[in-house]
């Protein structure tokens, strides 16, 4: 961080400011360019005074740096308002593949008035309890029973299903996170106790949960309470987390509450492995039951290239470990002959069965375990 302070007060003129904000994130304050050429190639000595290596010790280390940039004066733009336009081009770089700059304009203007019209209808969905949970079951390969359902967040607003992937990232920019995902988690709880009620077995529940939820110091204790009021077995919860939960600076704390966690009686599975940028050490440093193989893998089985080399590997590792292996996003009947080939231990998409609501997702598995018998795998 000193290294790259230094890089940027030698790159501002007499007049003009570098500072930091937090964490790695600067700002630079800089009296022109005024053109958009201009500041598009100011943007690029940036990036390429920033990406210089640095040798820090022993080490080498080469920067991964992106840009936001929003000009002045605007149109009823104050201080408050310009800092937040570069926020929001900053933002943008880092959803086009970061390494890169991004310019405030017209179009990301109206980009941010939709973000933001979307934030407070969620707000407002959230404190009327409208945000719900879908079911997903999840299939054993061995002999093609029920192993559990996947709780999905679901917000119909204005009659349309809002996409997940927007809706989520929204609460996660907003500071949502957290309440976001105990309502998800109280309305899954409530769907998933009603089948145990109704003399059904569901398997576990499997739960996503935000590094905000993982971060608050009530987080076990509401769990527990949540669990107890559905008549749940904590045995029967299995809390999903990503890579990027275990990168945050608050590890140690996160571990705490992971291993408090698992004392209570719930598993842990970690989803989307491989996507991200964890180590195999946080494999064997935190108390992992399952590894999820991302859809992306499994899409890649039916292509011409991969040919599922990283599902394969992916099943290898966990089965390597003694982790069971979930594979996610499985629509063909040859993407899971070659999961069943080698060895994955359980499928969860739509060649199986569709997130549902509650209701449904009871109906299914009446018909599933009392109707028809458990559904077996073809050959």
């Known amino acids: 961080l000193r290294l790259i302070g230094r890089r940027l007060q030698r790159l501002v003129g007499p007049g003009d400011t ?27 000595r940036l990036l390429a005074r920033l990406r210089r290596p640095m040798r820090l010790g022993a080490s080498r280390y080469a920067p991964s740096i992106s840009v936001g940039i929003a000009p002045f004066p605007a149109a ?46 969620l707000r407002r969905a959230m404190a009327r309890r409208e945000i719900v949970a879908a079911l997903q079951p999840q299939q054993r390969l061995a002999d093609g029973s029920v192993l559990g359902f996947e709780a999905l967040a679901r917000w119909s607003h204005e009659g349309v299903w809002v996409p997940p992937a927007d809706f989520i990232a929204l609460a996660e920019d907003v500071g949502l996170a957290q309440p976001l995902g105990l309502q998800v988690m109280e309305t899954a709880m409530a769907g998933f106790g009603a089948m145990l009620r109704a003399g059904l077995d ?35 919860l299995e809390v999903e987390v990503t890579e990027t939960v275990l990168l945050d600076r608050s590890i140690a704390r996160i571990g705490q509450t992971l291993e408090a966690l698992r004392a209570l009686g719930c598993s842990l599975a970690m989803d989307d ?4 940028y964890a180590s195999l050490s946080h494999l064997t440093s935190f108390p992992v039951d399952r590894l999820k193989v ?28 003694g982790l069971e292996v979930i594979a996610e996003g499985v629509e063909t009947p040859s993407q899971r002959d070659f999961l069943v080939t080698h060895g994955c231990t359980a499928i969860q998409g739509y060649l199986f069965a569709r997130p549902m609501l509650a209701g449904e997702a009871a109906a299914w598995l009446r018909r599933q375990q009392h109707g028809h018998g458990q559904a077996r795998v073809a050959g």
């Open 18 to 44: 570098a500072a930091r904000l937090s964490g790695d994130e600067f700002a630079l304050i800089v009296h022109g360019p005024a053109t958009a050429a201009a500041q598009a190639a100011f943007a690029g």
């Open 76 to 121: 009823g733009c104050g201080p408050r308002e310009l800092l937040g336009n570069a926020d929001a081009a900053l933002l943008e770089a880092k959803r086009q593949g970061r390494g890169r700059h991004v310019l405030f304009g017209a179009a990301l203007a109206e980009q941010v008035v939709r973000r933001t019209r979307l934030a407070d209808a």
């Open 202 to 236: 569901p398997g576990h529940l499997a739960v996503n949960v935000s590094t905000a939820q993982l971060l608050a110091d009530d987080f076990v204790e509401s769990l527990r309470r949540a669990l107890a009021r559905h008549g749940i077995d904590p045995g029967r």
């Open 273 to 276: 492995f491989g996507t991200g």
């Open 294 to 321: 991302d859809k992306s893998f499994t899409r890649a089985i039916d292509s011409e290239g991969d040919k599922g080399l990283i599902a394969r590997t992916l099943i290898q590792l966990g089965r390597g470990l």
